[in-house]
């Protein structure tokens, strides 16, 4: 009984945070708080490249202090790039960023979800694309490339403005499958899951700014019976001092839904299952997963094959993104990420990640939301699996 008190009492006391505004101008640090790298005294070369980088952004800031403050994380960043010389790495919107932790709370922000004690569901190899596209039922060999945002399934590039990456993702991912079982492509609220989804099932499954998991999203529409569209409940997360809003529960009506679906599935859980993301993708559209976003630099991207060394050894998946294709570029398999920092990040908002080693813990935690009627998915979009094989939940794909 303890316990579940001790619980209560953390659930109250975490979620009264999670309401609080992110960082505030008093949580910056002074200059004198950060230490620079070798060389990096302010110089004339670095006054120009301050003054051109708040330019190229558009930076302002609050107080004197505070530019200080981004200006000293600034030539640490400057510094760092000149000793990597990285051809997929340079100055972003980001470069001034004080910190990792600081970065993390305002655009990563997915959480690992706790254990389950039921089993997770598998893919079973199912073509729910055929619906639209039945040519993807075949067996042939996968085409050497694959967009799906070439096929309208793919929503514009959003923005997110704080920890609610895992938001981002879920919605992506639901999108495509929505399109995919005959509907018309639609963007979906991420308001409406930072909301409510952190007041109905609390701090430890969704925390609204503060992180959360695609998973627990998934299990929350489908109780809620659907989500809205972003025209109906549209993101009003501000950017400075960020927070949830009060759940519009007016809105969580049958008759206001844009999307349903009918639950989720595993699709990778580690390194050995990375190859099996590209079937599925091309058979169920667009997937989103986890990555170390830390570790993969990911806030210095500019473009290219992003293929950190680093990322070999991630140590956790704390952004949510959406795969939505994949291919080769000089030789480099790769896979084509779309990210929730705008569009003016990396790629027109995408960053291509180099693929078959697990970069960054991709293949970790890849999930997939399936449509509501995926019992009626027609017979010749269902693989022919082996009975040995339904009995083991390893089991991903029909039979070859």
Same mark, same amino acid.
């Given at each position: 009984?303890?316990?579940?008190?001790?619980?209560?009492?953390?659930?109250?006391?975490?979620?009264?945070?999670a309401r609080v505004p992110?960082?505030?101008?008093?949580?910056?640090?002074?200059?004198?708080?950060?230490?620079s790298a070798p060389g990096?005294?302010?110089?004339?070369?670095?006054?120009?490249?301050?003054?051109?980088?708040?330019?190229?952004?558009?930076?302002?800031?609050?107080?004197?202090?505070?530019?200080?403050?981004?200006?000293?994380?600034?030539?640490?960043?400057?510094?760092?790039?000149?000793?990597?010389?990285?051809?997929?790495?340079?100055?972003?919107?980001?470069?001034?960023?004080?910190?990792?932790?600081?970065?993390?709370?305002?655009?990563?922000?997915?959480?690992?979800?706790?254990?389950?004690?039921?089993?997770?569901?598998?893919?079973?190899?199912?073509?729910?694309?055929?619906?639209?596209?039945? @040519?993807?039922?075949?067996?042939?060999?996968?085409?050497?490339?694959?967009?799906?945002?070439?096929?309208?399934?793919?929503?514009?590039?959003?923005?997110?403005?704080?920890?609610?990456?895992?938001?981002?993702?879920?919605?992506?991912?639901?999108?495509?499958?929505?399109?995919?079982?005959? @509907?018309?492509?639609?963007?979906?609220?991420?308001?409406?899951?930072?909301?409510?989804?952190?007041?109905?099932?609390?701090?430890?499954?969704?925390?609204?700014?503060?992180?959360?998991?695609?998973?627990?999203?998934?299990?929350?529409?489908?109780?809620?019976?659907?989500?809205?569209?972003?025209?109906?409940?549209?993101?009003?997360?501000?950017?400075?001092?960020? @927070?949830?809003?009060?759940?519009?529960?007016?809105?969580?009506?049958?008759?206001?839904?844009?999307?349903?679906?009918?639950?989720?599935?595993?699709?990778?859980?580690?390194?050995?299952?990375?190859?099996?993301?590209?079937?599925?993708?091309?058979?169920?559209?667009?997937?989103?997963?986890?990555?170390?976003?830390?570790?993969?630099?990911?806030?210095?991207?500019?473009?290219?094959?992003?293929?950190?060394?680093?990322?070999? @050894?991630?140590?956790?998946?704390?952004?949510?993104?959406?795969?939505?294709?994949?291919?080769?570029?000089?030789?480099?398999?790769?896979?084509?990420?779309?990210?929730?920092?705008?569009?003016?990040?990396?790629?027109?908002?995408?960053?291509?990640?180099?693929?078959?080693?697990?970069?960054?813990?991709?293949?970790?935690?890849?999930?997939?939301?399936?449509?509501?009627?995926?019992?009626?998915?027609?017979?010749?979009?269902?693989?022919?699996?082996?009975?040995?094989?339904?009995?083991?939940?390893?089991?991903?794909?029909?039979?070859?």
């Amino acid at each position: 009984m303890l316990c579940l008190w001790c619980a209560l009492i953390l659930e109250t006391t975490l979620a009264s945070v999670a309401r609080v505004p992110v960082v505030g101008p008093s949580d910056y640090p002074t200059q004198a708080n950060l230490t620079s790298a070798p060389g990096s005294t302010e110089s004339s070369e670095l006054v120009h490249a301050w003054s051109d980088f708040k330019a190229q952004f558009a930076k302002t800031y609050a107080t004197a202090s505070e530019e200080d403050a981004h200006r000293a994380a600034f030539s640490v960043e400057m510094d760092r790039l000149a000793a990597l010389s990285s051809p997929t790495q340079g100055l972003t919107a980001f470069s001034d960023v004080l910190s990792d932790e600081a970065f993390a709370t305002r655009w990563l922000g997915r959480k690992d979800p706790a254990p389950r004690l039921e089993a997770v569901r598998r893919w079973d190899g199912t073509c729910y694309a055929c619906v639209r596209f039945p @040519h993807l039922g075949g067996r042939g060999a996968p085409p050497a490339s694959f967009d799906w945002r070439d096929h309208g399934a793919v929503t514009a590039v959003k923005t997110q403005n704080c920890g609610d990456c895992y938001a981002f993702g879920t919605t992506g991912d639901v999108e495509g499958v929505w399109f995919l079982a005959g @509907h018309p492509l639609v963007s979906l609220s991420e308001e409406a899951i930072v909301d409510c989804c952190f007041e109905d099932e609390g701090i430890m499954k969704c925390a609204g700014c503060a992180g959360g998991n695609q998973e627990n999203v998934f299990d929350w529409i489908v109780q809620k019976g659907g989500i809205d569209s972003e025209a109906t409940y549209p993101y009003v997360v501000p950017k400075r001092k960020p @927070h949830p809003s009060n759940c519009r529960r007016d809105l969580l009506t049958n008759a206001s839904f844009a999307a349903k679906i009918g639950g989720w599935y595993q699709v990778a859980k580690g390194a050995a299952d990375e190859d099996k993301i590209a079937e599925a993708l091309l058979k169920a559209g667009p997937i989103t997963v986890g990555i170390d976003a830390i570790t993969a630099k990911l806030k210095a991207y500019t473009g290219g094959v992003h293929a950190p060394e680093e990322c070999k @050894h991630w140590k956790k998946l704390n952004h949510a993104v959406l795969i939505v294709g994949y291919g080769t570029d000089g030789g480099v398999p790769y896979w084509m990420v779309k990210n929730s920092w705008g569009e003016e990040f990396g790629e027109d908002g995408y960053f291509r990640l180099k693929r078959g080693e697990n970069l960054c813990g991709i293949a970790e935690d890849a999930v997939h939301s399936m449509p509501p009627n995926a019992s009626s998915v027609p017979s010749s979009a269902k693989s022919s699996v082996p009975s040995s094989a339904k009995s083991t939940v390893e089991y991903f794909f029909g039979s070859a």
